[in-house]
């Protein structure tokens, strides 16, 4: 017997599963938005250290920590996956900055991803005060 197309379809979307990001979208600020992190990516646990072939994105939260979140540099589909990401997370507001080669930020921000990038901090917008 052979299954419907739509019941396979459904089953498919009822078992991926994405996980979800808080991430602060205002320094200082209690404004929060939420971001799909991809299956295929991995989140580093406080203390553990990314793979000779993994990047890696630090994404500053000021509430919960940093989170990091890695993808392995040899695969086109999690390149593909933190691609995705990195739109997601620019969308909402956040600001991507390279990282140079002692691991510090620069003050360049990134305009478009780049698959080359050993690290990729985002941060929350500053808050412009007026007057």
Same mark, same amino acid.
């Given at each position: 017997?052979?299954?419907?197309?739509?019941?396979?379809?459904?089953?498919?979307?009822?078992?991926?599963?994405?996980?979800?990001?808080?991430?602060?979208? #205002?320094?200082?600020?209690?404004? +929060? *938005?939420?971001?799909?992190?991809?299956?295929? &990516? /991995?989140?580093?646990?406080?203390?553990?250290?990314?793979?000779?072939?993994?990047?890696?994105?630090?994404?500053?939260?000021?509430?919960?920590?940093?989170?990091?979140?890695?993808?392995?540099?040899?695969?086109?589909?999690?390149?593909?996956?933190?691609?995705?990401? #990195?739109?997601?997370?620019?969308? +909402? *507001?956040?600001?991507?900055?390279?990282?140079? &080669? /002692?691991?510090?930020?620069?003050?360049?921000?990134?305009?478009?991803?780049?698959?080359?990038?050993?690290?990729?901090?985002?941060?929350?917008?500053?808050?412009?005060?007026?007057?």
């Amino acid at each position: 017997m052979m299954d419907n197309p739509a019941t396979v379809q459904l089953e498919m979307m009822m078992t991926a599963t994405t996980e979800k990001l808080k991430v602060t979208l #205002f320094q200082g600020g209690g404004l +929060q *938005g939420e971001i799909d992190v991809p299956d295929s &990516l /991995k989140f580093l646990e406080d203390g553990q250290k990314r793979q000779s072939a993994q990047h890696m994105f630090r994404i500053v939260n000021q509430k919960d920590g940093d989170k990091r979140v890695v993808w392995d540099a040899n695969s086109l589909a999690e390149i593909q996956d933190a691609k995705e990401m #990195f739109d997601q997370l620019v969308a +909402q *507001g956040m600001v991507p900055y390279k990282v140079d &080669l /002692k691991g510090k930020k620069t003050p360049e921000v990134m305009r478009e991803f780049d698959p080359l990038a050993e690290e990729i901090i985002f941060a929350p917008i500053a808050a412009l005060a007026g007057g």
